[in-house]
């Protein structure tokens, strides 16, 4: 799987977007972008995936540039509970394909 | 949507005793389930990946004598810490695919302390 590279910390404000960067400069053409977050003390999350498009659901949206070699999460109204470590992991969607985790990115909202 | 079950989330042993922790998807069945191990304030690091009816492949560097693991059904994989000590004292997570590409549902997660 390729590699990710996502900024160590963040602070988002209470109510505002938060933007989470990811870079995958060698991403592959069949490697999916797949972001979870990791709660203190808590299994990893999922929240969105995406191959080339743009997407969204209830959590998040994710924007992928159209080289594919970076993604943006936007949690577009950022709450307290929305503080966790964000992961970005670019993977090729098979059910027995491991996922493969970074470093990440520690988001801290503050109010 | 898709649940995994993890038991027991939090356990404190004696060292040079066993532990088990249990792992279940409860809506779907689950031909693969991987084990992870997190340090505090460190990332997740696979440890095996499971395959129902077969033995386990482990990562390198991960003792498969010390971390048995069971996955005999398609809903149950279980990994058992032989011989504790207390540098085995981490955080265990286990996965499972629900094989409709939304990658992997994880357990909560299980604190291990060896005391």
């Known amino acids: 799987d390729a590699k990710t590279t996502q900024p160590t910390s963040m602070d988002c404000a209470e109510g505002r977007a938060a933007n989470l960067p990811c870079n995958h400069s060698t991403i592959s053409g069949n490697e999916y972008v797949y972001w979870y977050r990791q709660i203190h003390s808590q299994g990893p999350q999922y929240i969105i995936h995406g191959l080339k498009n743009n997407e969204t659901n209830e959590m998040a949206s994710l924007i992928i540039t159209e080289d594919r070699k970076s993604s943006t999460l936007i949690l577009p109204h950022a709450t307290l509970r929305d503080t966790a470590v964000y992961y970005c992991?670019?993977?090729?969607?098979?059910?027995?394909?491991?996922?493969?985790f970074g470093g990440g990115t520690r988001l801290m909202v503050k109010p | 949507g898709a649940v995994v079950s993890q038991h027991p989330s939090r356990v404190i042993c004696k060292s040079g005793t066993s532990v088990k922790i249990e792992c279940r998807s409860l809506?779907?069945?689950?031909?693969?389930m991987f084990w992870y191990r997190q340090f505090p304030k460190q990332s997740l690091m696979l440890m095996a990946t499971s395959n129902e009816g077969s033995k386990a492949t482990y990562e390198q560097g991960v003792e498969k004598d010390k971390f048995l693991i069971n996955h005999a059904s398609l809903t149950l994989s279980t990994l058992t810490v032989t011989s504790a000590h207390p540098e085995d004292s981490s955080f265990y997570i286990c996965s499972a695919s629900t094989g409709y590409g939304y990658g992997y549902t994880f357990g909560s997660g299980t604190r291990l302390t060896v005391v």
């Open positions: 809506d779907f069945q689950a031909t693969t």
């Open positions: 992991i670019v993977r090729v969607d098979n059910a027995g394909n491991m996922l493969t």
